[in-house]
């Protein structure tokens, strides 16, 4: 498998934190949220 070339998440943050930096739209906030269900009420680690 190859290897990532980056991270979209490089440090240790919350999740509306995180969500906040990416300054996405609103459908595809809606998505991101649907994606990322499994860490939406934790700390993000690095590189999650």
Sequence with gaps: M???Y????DT???YPTL???????DRA???FD????HI????VMPGQ
């Design 34 to 37: 649907q994606l990322n269900a």
């Design 2 to 4: 190859s290897e990532p």
């Design 12 to 14: 240790l943050q919350t």
């Design 29 to 31: 906030d809606d998505k």
């Design 40 to 43: 939406r009420n934790i700390v």
């Design 6 to 9: 980056a991270y979209i998440n």
């Design 19 to 25: 969500k906040a930096k990416l300054g996405i739209g």
